[in-house]
């Protein structure tokens, strides 16, 4: 199994503020990755020295062997990876087709002439059909983004990232703000359009233990800014300690749903097999 | 050395002069978020109406002593122009900043054709004022008395602000409001008259700037838009929103012209902006202003 | 601490952005068919007002990619115009070149000589601090030409001679010259400008602007170089200030540091909140009701920047969606209704 994404002994510090110390992890071939923990366990840091936005105090961060530290992120889709966004992210005023066309004209590097055509451009155009087709998003083509519901929004942000064809991808809550009843088809589509756009790997971050649960192949857990532990779902729910460190104040919910784990997270598997 | 005397004093009387619309701007843009190049039109509005008051006094038969209280007092009272115009900018707070940069150009326009209107297109002047309090003898070298003044009401008028700011309930009511205006709220502020408040005390700075200039200065409908870049010259300098850094960009921009007019007479405004660009690249935030973002 | 070019645009209270629709492209022809065919029925006063208007729509194309498309409002962009102006009237009156399409290639390369240095230092700043800087740099240009007397003419300006346009002399008076012929050849740039523009703006390229206009965080991670793309927007944007500000230097016949003043500068942010700064055809409808309100506005009072400026107030409160965006907004209702 070949490694996609490999972290090694971070450290991140803000003069005498670690936020992140030894932390090491990483991400094969293949693999759904959640990173979970309280607030201010340095899991936004940790996104973004994991994207190359920020560059790490010491220690390094490997895509495909290559370091990335603190490449930027125009780079870093350049090199296949992409990052979706917690907060709802998208262009409002543009369109779907506008906003998945920006992602597929810099993956097909259509901007170093500005007198090219858009509209007449087949590749975008496939590339962007493509990529809605998998997300549902055909028949909102020409909408602008502001006019989605919020669940639409979501998926058109991680569609946006996905119209890049990255390898990895790494997406921060997808399912915040959406309803309990859309989470799950949210989350089964991200995982099927995974398959389908050739993406090799995923990490999410996300504070919902259902879901971390469900889909997760590992667990990475993460508590003042160390890695407390990176062990597969059905070793991670079966330490209530651990839970309770990570979820701070409602370990008790977590039993019943430890319970259906095991079909959960063959599921998980047999999905990011598949991937 | 007196001549070095002269020079640093002249450059001090005019960055006493333009700190004061500077500290407008900065309270407006603290608070408000808002640029207003307005301020220009309350410095031009509180000249001409310093005039009009002095002249007013001096009908009634008033020594000339007063001119400086009436000056102040001219400027307060005009100043109250600001609550009807924050009426107006209150419907684009929430809206681009393009909308509000052109709705106090709009305003500046208009009010220099009110000026226009009510104080005809010449310049009005004020010089027997100017010497009515005499000269004083300052480090060997004589010095108009009124420029002293003026100076040392600028920094008392800043050190008041300041304290009103730092201590008093209103103060720190207006500062919450700055940083966090839903959250200030949520505590029960009413931020339409924290706004109408800071914009009217913003708006007098500009028009006590005015009015105390005329003594020293002529009033000029063109003065309005010369101050607007002066004035935003100190605050980019000084960083935007921070009141030290008004008074540290008022320092700066009075002696650098003072210097330039002495050494190079054609680079006076030149370096001003040359200073501007080369702060604004090295540090955008300003001198005294928080990291922008 | 974040890096400058990643500051998050907040909403913009915009009108829906009709950017690349194609009825843009419709209005840009229909006005520009009626400019042509404008000079067999008006009088040769409203034709002598139509060459600024020219001039001042080819420089606001070049202002609303900047603006509209990009989101960086710039304060400063008659400095564009006066490397225009200046250019001709060096060109002109101290070299003795009247060759007009030679002033026209000096006039861009001015342009882009100047925007690269300027923009480079510029764009990594956005919304308040982008207006301030470029308002620095264009009050910088002024007192340049205002205080170098010997080299600029200072106050007096340098006169700009006329022009011989595809090497053709034309006798004759002023107004005849900028009523015929040079009429013709403006409107010819702002035809081949504007279909340039429209090509622009549906770009991949023009897309990548909007995206960083809305978002540029998000652009960034859609791999779009959010400081080049806006370096390049910046420099297309000052050539055609610099086209624009040539031409209207031949038809007043001076350059004076009177055009780059930062009055100049909201006058064409005014232009473009006018037509409105979201739809294509915006900067061509802002500049033509700007020259044509301004005129009427002098020809009946002295107080013309009152009503000027209550006509930019009102527009603000009430629309500021702009002319353009009062006839999408009467086009949809009209549609609506029938």
């Not at chain 1, 105090?57 to 930027?72: L, N």
């Not at chain 1, 050739?198 to 233990?209: A, F, K, L, S, T």
């Not at chain 3, 500051?7 to 042509?36: K, Q």
């Not at chain 3, 055009?259 to 294509?280: D, E, P």
Request: hydrophobic share 50%; charged share 15%.
């Amino acid at each position: 199994m070949t490694t996609l994404l490999e972290a090694r002994t971070v450290c991140k510090s803000y003069g005498d503020f670690h936020a992140l110390t030894d932390v090491s992890l990483s991400v094969a071939d293949g693999e759904f990755i959640s990173i979970v923990g309280p607030n201010g366990a340095g899991k936004s840091t940790l996104v973004n020295v994991l994207t190359g936005l920020l560059r790490p105090t010491s220690g390094r961060v490997a895509f495909r062997g290559t370091d990335i530290g603190g490449i930027g992120p125009v780079e870093l889709a350049r090199r296949g990876m992409a990052r979706g966004f917690q907060l709802v992210n998208v262009f409002p005023e543009l369109t779907v087709r506008e906003t998945l066309g920006v992602a597929a004209s810099s993956r097909l590097k259509r901007t170093g002439n500005p007198l090219r055509s858009l509209v007449r451009d087949r590749e975008i155009a496939d590339a962007v059909e493509e990529v809605a087709e998998i997300f549902n998003l055909r028949h909102r083509l020409d909408q602008p983004a502001r006019a989605l519901s919020q669940g639409e929004k979501k998926l058109l942000d991680v569609a946006s990232a996905f119209a890049l064809k990255p390898e990895l991808i790494l997406i921060d809550e997808p399912t915040s703000g959406v309803s309990t009843g859309d989470k799950h088809s949210i989350m089964e589509l991200l995982i099927d359009a995974c398959r389908k756009a050739g993406v090799r790997g995923i990490i999410q971050v996300e504070h919902d233990m259902d879901l971390v649960a469900r889909y997760s192949d590992r667990i990475v857990a993460l508590q003042a800014g160390r890695v407390l532990a990176d062990e597969k779902p059905e070793v991670f729910f079966k330490d209530p300690a651990l839970i309770a460190a990570v979820v701070g104040t409602r370990p008790p919910q977590l039993r019943p749903k430890a319970a259906n784990l095991n079909t959960s997270s063959e599921t998980a598997s047999q999905r990011s097999a598949a991937c | 050395m007196s001549m070095y005397v002269d020079m640093i004093l002249g450059g001090v009387f005019h960055a006493a002069v333009v700190f004061l619309v500077a500290a407008g701007l900065q309270l407006v843009f603290g608070v408000q978020k808002i640029v207003n190049l307005a301020c220009g039109s309350f410095y031009a509005l509180g000249a001409y109406f310093g005039i009009t008051a002095v002249a007013g006094a001096a009908a009634m038969g008033l020594p000339s002593v007063v001119v400086l209280p009436v000056l102040l007092a001219a400027g307060l009272a005009i100043g109250l122009i600001g609550l009807p115009v924050e009426r107006l900018l209150r419907t684009v707070y929430r809206r681009d900043e393009s909308h509000q940069l052109l709705l106090t150009f709009g305003l500046l326009l208009v009010f220099q054709d009110v000026m226009r209107f009510l104080w005809g297109p010449t310049p009005l002047t004020l010089d027997n004022a100017y010497l009515a309090y005499g000269t004083a003898e300052f480090a060997g070298v004589r010095v108009p008395t009124y420029n002293l003044l003026v100076i040392a009401a600028s920094i008392a008028i800043a050190a008041g602000l300041g304290l009103f700011l730092q201590r008093t309930r209103t103060g720190r009511i207006i500062r919450a409001t700055a940083e966090n205006r839903e959250m200030s709220e949520g505590l029960g502020v009413n931020s339409n008259r924290v706004f109408a408040a800071v914009f009217t005390v913003g708006c007098m700075l500009g028009t006590v700037g005015g009015a105390l200039v005329v003594p020293a200065s002529a009033a000029s409908l063109e003065m309005s838009v010369e101050l607007v870049v002066e004035a935003f010259a100190v605050v980019v300098i000084g960083g935007l929103g921070s009141m030290r850094g008004a008074m540290a960009g008022a320092l700066i921009v009075g002696l650098i012209r003072a210097v330039a007019i002495m050494v190079l007479p054609e680079a006076e405004i030149l370096s001003i902006y040359v200073v501007v660009i080369a702060v604004l690249i090295l540090r955008p935030a300003g001198l005294f202003g928080k990291a922008m973002a | 601490m974040s890096a400058p070019h990643i500051v998050e645009s907040t909403a913009l209270a915009r009108p829906a952005a009709e950017a690349s629709r194609a009825s843009g492209l419709w209005a840009f022809l229909v006005i520009v068919a009626a400019m042509a065919a404008l000079p067999f029925f008006a009088s040769t006063y409203t034709l002598t007002l139509m060459v600024p208007f020219f001039a001042l729509a080819i420089a606001l194309l070049g202002f609303n990619l900047l603006f509209g498309y990009t989101g960086l409002l710039s304060f400063g962009h008659a400095m564009f115009l006066s490397i225009g102006a200046y250019s001709a009237a060096v060109m002109t009156s101290k070299l003795g070149i009247l060759s007009f399409e030679l002033i026209l290639l000096v006039s861009i390369a001015a342009s882009v000589i100047i925007a690269v240095p300027v923009g480079f230092l510029c764009v990594r700043y956005t919304r308040i601090f982008f207006g301030m800087l470029t308002l620095a740099f264009g009050m910088l240009f002024h007192s340049v030409l205002y205080k170098f007397y010997g080299i600029t003419g200072g106050d007096q300006g340098m006169r700009v001679l006329r022009p011989l346009l595809f090497g053709m002399e034309f006798e004759g008076g002023k107004t005849a010259f900028l009523t015929g012929p040079f009429y013709y050849y403006a409107l010819g740039l702002l035809t081949a400008l504007g279909l340039l523009m429209w090509r622009i703006v549906r770009s991949p390229f023009g897309l990548h602007l909007q995206a960083i206009r809305e978002n540029a965080q998000k652009a960034s991670y859609l791999g779009v170089e959010v400081t080049r793309m806006r370096l390049s927007a910046y420099v297309i944007s000052g050539v055609y200030g610099g086209i624009g500000g040539a031409i209207l230097a031949i038809t007043i016949g001076l350059a004076d540091p009177e055009i780059v003043y930062w009055t100049q500068s909201g006058n064409l942010v005014f232009m473009a909140v006018l037509g409105g700064s979201g739809a294509f055809i915006g900067p061509v409808v802002g500049s033509l009701a700007f020259v044509l309100l301004q005129d009427m506005v002098m020809s009946v009072t002295q107080y013309w920047r009152f009503v000027m400026g209550a006509v930019l107030i009102l527009l603000v409160v009430f629309f500021p969606g702009g002319l353009s965006g009062i006839a999408g907004g009467l086009f949809t209702r009209f549609k609506r209704g029938s």
